[in-house]
């Protein structure tokens, strides 16, 4: 059964970073495009990034742009997710899913992992 884990996520005070995993089980990361959404209490999810299979192309969501950055070491068979200058309303479920390319921060196709937690709180 093919899918996606992600690991990384905790408790963080505004301005502090993370780096979010994602990693395959099953099969490896290195055909596809992989994205990052996320999902706050009572909101819908929000597309956040996507890194092509190459890993030439980056692409991000306006709310996240110059904070998060994505990339992806193909030899470990996983994607990152840097996010810096965390903010309180960056607190919410992470998750990642392969796809076939990206359109613009959303990645095309794939189902979503069960994702981390991300908490911003002082």
């Known amino acids: 059964q093919v899918h996606v884990v992600e690991s990384g996520g905790g408790l963080v005070q505004p301005g502090g970073s993370l780096r979010l995993s994602c990693t395959a089980s099953g099969f490896t990361l290195v055909d596809y495009a992989i994205g990052w959404s996320r999902q706050a209490p009572g909101k819908g999810r929000e597309g956040l990034s996507c890194i092509t299979s190459s890993g030439d192309s980056t692409f991000y969501a306006d709310s996240v742009k110059g904070r998060f950055f994505i990339s992806r070491d193909n030899a470990k068979n996983t994607v990152y997710l840097q996010m810096n200058n965390l903010k309180p309303e960056d607190t919410a479920v992470y998750s990642c899913?392969?796809?076939?390319?990206?359109?613009?921060?959303?990645?095309?196709?794939?189902?979503w992992g069960q994702g981390t937690q991300v908490t911003v709180s002082s």
């Open positions: 899913a392969i796809g076939a390319g990206c359109f613009g921060e959303v990645v095309g196709g794939g189902d």
